[in-house]
C-alpha cells in the first residue's frame, strides 16, 4: 500500500460514504474518480435527510404548530452552520438558491435591473475569463444582449493559467463587474484572486466570484476573498442535490432589487404595489429548498468536523501523487496545469488519439467512474484545439489506491485500442 504524507484516515471516512462500497460490472468495486460533477454523501447528511422527512415535514416560516416551528428551525439552523462554514458577517447575507447556476443568475439579473450606482447598460463592461463553466459566461452574455454591456474576458496561457498581462486594459473604468471561479472545474487551475480583485477595486467594480470548486475543497473565507459575491452548489460538498449559496455583502443585498417575485419575499402586497422583505428573503420566492437547506447543514457539520484545512492537505497529497502517476503513462496529454502548483484536486487530460469518450466508457468497464466532454467549459477545449477530455477529480475519501487503479485503467484502454 503507498503510503503519503498529509492523508487523512479514508479507511474512516469511507465507512461514511455507503456508495463507495457498491459494485458494478460483474463485481468490479467503484472507483469514484468524478467529484468535481458531484460528491457521495455520508451517511450523516442522508440520515438528516431521511430524519428530517419522517419527523419535521413542513413548509416554513408561516405556520405556528409544531412541524412548522421545527421545520423553520431547521432551516434556519442551516442558514447559521453555512454562514460560520464560509465566515460571513452576518447570517442574513446568506441565500438559498436551488445551485451555484441560479446563484450567478441572480446576481446578473439583479445588476440588470438595478438603479444607479450598480447598474448594468450599454455604457459599461462586464468582464469574465476564458476559463469559466457555462453558469459564469452565459448569464453575463444574455445581460450585456439585454442591456448593449461590452463582454470582455481575460484568455488563458498554453499552461492552463490565465493570462493576465493585459489586466489593466481589460478591467478599466467602464467595468462594473468582474466574474471569474476561483479553481476550474476543467483545469483544476487556483485563480489569483488578490491581484484580480485589487484591480477590480482600483476602477470600482463588483466582483462575483464562483466557488463552485473551491467551497468542498478548501478553507472558505468571503471575509478574507473582499468580493463582493460568492457562489456555491451543495451537491459537490457531500450535500444534497437542489441546493445551492449565494452570499452577498449587506449593504448590496439591500440596495438591489429581487429577481424572483411570489411569496415569503414580500413584506405588503396591494394590487397596486408591493414592498419586499429584507435579505435573505427578498432573494428566496416561494417555498424554498428546506430538506435540501436540511441537508446541507449536514454536510457542512461533517466536513467541519473533520477540518478544511485538513481535507485541502489530503487532496494537494493526492493530486500530487495523481500528477506523479499520470506522467508515466505514454501518450498523455494534460489539459491545464501539470504541476501541483495553486492548482486543486482535478486533472483533465487526453491519450493520445483515443476520443474522451472512448476513455470514459472503458474506464467504466473496469470500474472507474471519471467524466468525460467538454465539462460545461467549452471555450476551454477550443483554446486548446481539442474535442474534450477525460477528467479525474478527487476528495477527502478518494486513495493512492484509486489512482493506481486509474492508471492501470488507462494502460487498459491504449492496449484495447492498440
Known amino acids: 500500500m503507498t503510503r503519503i504524507p498529509g492523508l487523512l484516515d479514508t479507511e474512516a471516512i469511507r465507512k461514511d460514504f455507503p456508495l463507495l462500497d457498491r459494485q458494478v460490472h460483474e463485481g468490479k468495486k467503484v472507483v469514484y474518480l468524478d467529484n468535481a460533477a458531484t460528491?457521495?454523501?455520508?451517511?450523516?447528511?442522508?440520515?438528516?435527510?431521511?430524519?428530517?422527512?419522517?419527523?419535521?415535514?413542513?413548509?416554513?416560516?408561516?405556520?405556528?404548530?409544531?412541524?412548522?416551528?421545527?421545520?423553520?428551525?431547521?432551516y434556519e439552523g442551516a442558514r447559521d452552520k453555512v454562514a460560520a462554514f464560509i465566515n460571513?458577517?452576518?447570517?442574513?447575507?446568506?441565500?438559498?438558491?436551488?445551485?451555484a447556476s441560479e446563484s450567478l443568475n441572480l446576481v446578473a439579473n439583479m445588476l440588470g435591473w438595478a438603479d444607479e450606482p450598480y447598474r448594468v447598460d450599454h455604457e459599461t463592461e462586464i468582464v469574465i475569463t476564458e476559463m469559466e463553466h457555462h453558469s459564469n459566461i452565459v448569464p453575463w452574455q444574455l445581460l450585456s444582449q439585454r442591456t448593449g454591456a461590452k463582454l470582455k474576458w481575460f484568455g488563458l496561457t498554453d499552461d492552463g493559467?490565465?493570462?493576465?498581462?493585459?489586466?489593466?486594459?481589460?478591467?478599466?473604468?467602464?467595468t462594473k463587474v468582474v466574474s471569474f471561479t476561483l479553481v476550474s472545474n476543467l483545469l483544476g487551475t487556483i485563480n489569483p484572486v488578490e491581484t484580480i480583485i485589487r484591480r477590480a477595486q482600483e476602477v470600482g467594480a463588483l466582483v462575483v466570484i464562483d466557488a463552485s470548486q473551491a467551497a468542498p475543497h478548501m478553507v472558505l473565507d468571503v471575509q478574507a476573498l473582499q468580493a463582493d459575491f460568492v457562489a456555491f452548489t451543495g451537491h459537490k460538498m457531500c450535500g444534497p442535490t437542489g441546493i445551492g449559496v449565494l452570499w452577498g455583502r449587506q449593504e448590496l443585498l439591500e440596495d438591489l432589487p429581487p429577481f424572483l417575485?411570489?411569496?415569503?419575499?414580500?413584506?405588503?402586497?396591494?394590487?397596486?404595489?408591493?414592498?419586499?422583505?429584507?435579505?435573505?428573503?427578498?432573494?428566496?420566492?416561494?417555498?424554498p429548498p428546506i430538506a435540501q437547506a436540511v441537508g446541507l447543514g449536514?454536510?457542512?457539520?461533517?466536513?467541519?468536523?473533520?477540518?478544511?484545512?485538513?481535507?485541502?492537505?489530503?487532496?494537494?497529497?493526492?493530486?500530487?501523487?495523481?500528477?506523479?502517476?499520470?506522467?508515466?503513462?505514454?501518450?498523455?496529454?494534460?489539459?491545464?496545469?501539470?504541476?501541483?502548483?495553486?492548482?486543486?484536486?482535478?486533472?483533465?487530460?487526453?491519450?493520445?488519439?483515443?476520443?474522451?469518450?472512448?476513455?470514459?466508457?472503458?474506464?467504466?468497464?473496469?470500474?472507474?467512474?471519471?467524466?468525460?466532454?467538454?465539462?460545461?467549459?467549452?471555450?476551454?477545449?477550443?483554446?486548446?484545439?481539442?474535442?474534450?477530455?477525460t477528467r479525474a477529480s478527487f476528495y477527502l475519501y478518494s486513495t493512492p489506491a484509486e489512482v493506481d487503479a486509474l492508471v492501470e485503467g488507462l494502460e487498459y484502454v491504449r492496449n484495447f485500442f492498440g
Do not use: W
Not at 455520508?42 to 413542513?58: C, I, K, T
Not at 493559467?161 to 467602464?174: A, G, H, P
Not at 396591494?270 to 414592498?275: G, I, K, L, Q, V
Open 261 to 287: 417575485g411570489g411569496g415569503e419575499m414580500i413584506e405588503t402586497v396591494s394590487m397596486h404595489s408591493s414592498t419586499y422583505a429584507p435579505a435573505p428573503h427578498k432573494f428566496e420566492a416561494g417555498t
Open 161 to 174: 493559467r490565465l493570462d493576465l498581462s493585459n489586466i489593466d486594459e481589460v478591467i478599466t473604468d467602464r
Open 88 to 99: 460571513a458577517p452576518s447570517r442574513d447575507e446568506v441565500i438559498f438558491t436551488k445551485n
Open 39 to 74: 460528491s457521495q454523501k455520508p451517511r450523516q447528511v442522508l440520515d438528516a435527510l431521511n430524519a428530517y422527512y419522517e419527523r419535521h415535514n413542513a413548509n416554513v416560516h408561516r405556520g405556528v404548530h409544531v412541524l412548522a416551528e421545527e421545520a423553520t428551525e431547521l
Open 298 to 389: 449536514a454536510a457542512v457539520d461533517y466536513l467541519s468536523a473533520i477540518g478544511m484545512d485538513k481535507i485541502a492537505a489530503h487532496e494537494h497529497a493526492i493530486t500530487e501523487y495523481a500528477v506523479k502517476r499520470l506522467l508515466e503513462v505514454p501518450d498523455l496529454r494534460f489539459i491545464g496545469p501539470s504541476t501541483t502548483e495553486d492548482r486543486g484536486a482535478t486533472i483533465s487530460f487526453t491519450l493520445g488519439d483515443i476520443h474522451p469518450h472512448d476513455v470514459g466508457q472503458v474506464l467504466d468497464e473496469q470500474g472507474i467512474a471519471v467524466r468525460v466532454g467538454h465539462h460545461c467549459a467549452r471555450p476551454v477545449c477550443l483554446r486548446y484545439g481539442i474535442p474534450a477530455t
